[in-house]
Nanobody, 120 residues
Framework: QVQLVESGGDLVQPGGSLRLSCAAS????????MGWYRQAPGNQRELIAG???????NYAESVKGRFAISRDNARYTVYLQMNSLKLEDTAVYYC??????????????WGQGTQVTVSS
């Protein structure tokens, strides 16, 4: 079993910055893709940033140029640096990690979610 622990969510003013972290632990052989999703009230969960094992990134148009995803493979951790935050970035943010466990079985795990609120 793979556990994910997220941190970094907070209340921030428009234009501010936050950095989210998500650390994976447990039965891990290798982590492949890592990503950040968000879900605002009344909306579906959406992928906003993803990163492959070799560092290739992709972003939703709504966050491109403002958010940056990165990872530390040695620490099984993925980060999301969020700059120039807008009111519409308010949501619960979830990390997702996909990989192979020590029994060579695939896993697809989710964090518990961390609240980001952008408000003046």
């Amino acid at each position: 079993q793979v556990q994910l622990v997220e941190s970094g969510g907070d209340l921030v003013q428009p234009g501010g910055s936050l950095r989210l972290s998500c650390a994976a632990s447990g039965n891990i052989f290798r982590i492949n893709a890592m990503g950040w999703y968000r879900q605002a009230p009344g909306n579906q969960r959406e992928l906003i940033a993803g990163i492959t094992r070799v560092g290739t990134t992709n972003y939703a148009e709504s966050v491109k140029g403002r958010f940056a995803i990165s990872r530390d493979n040695a620490r099984y951790t993925v980060y999301l640096q969020m700059n120039s935050l807008k009111l519409e970035d308010t949501a619960v943010y979830y990390c997702n990690v996909q990989g192979i466990d020590r029994y060579y079985a695939p896993f697809d795990s989710w964090g518990q979610g961390t609240q980001v609120t952008v408000s003046s």
